[in-house]
Nanobody
């Protein structure tokens, strides 16, 4: 199976910046989509931004202009650059990927999450 490992979470002051990283490993897995979701306390998980291997992105309007996935990510890795963070950005951020092997399609995996706490 595929393993996703997130890093970069922590405590940041409101208005500050933070960059998360995710590395995917799996010798027979090819990534088609990779990106980030988040789940705030007491709320449902929501999409932050995901990007396809072809470069197409899907993102939440609430973070547009403040959150971005670099276009030149290395293969099987993804980062999330967050600027002007707000307290409502406090959440567990999950790396997500969808891909395939030579024999199966539509496989998806989740990381265990990394906590981002934005203090006021």
């Amino acid at each position: 199976q595929v393993q996703l490992v997130e890093s970069g979470g922590g405590l940041v002051q409101a208005g500050g910046s933070l960059t998360l990283s995710c590395a995917a490993s799996g010798s027979t897995f090819s990534i088609d989509v990779i990106g980030w979701y988040r789940q705030a306390p007491g709320k449902q998980r929501e999409l932050v931004e995901v990007r396809s291997s072809g470069g197409m992105a899907k993102y939440a309007d609430s973070v547009k202009g403040r959150v971005t996935i670099p276009r030149d990510n290395a293969k099987n890795t993804v980062s999330l650059q967050m600027n002007s963070l707000k307290p409502e950005g406090t959440a567990v951020y999950y790396c997500y990927t969808e891909g395939h092997t030579d024999y199966e399609y539509g496989m998806d995996y989740w990381g265990k999450g990394t906590l981002v706490t934005v203090s006021s």
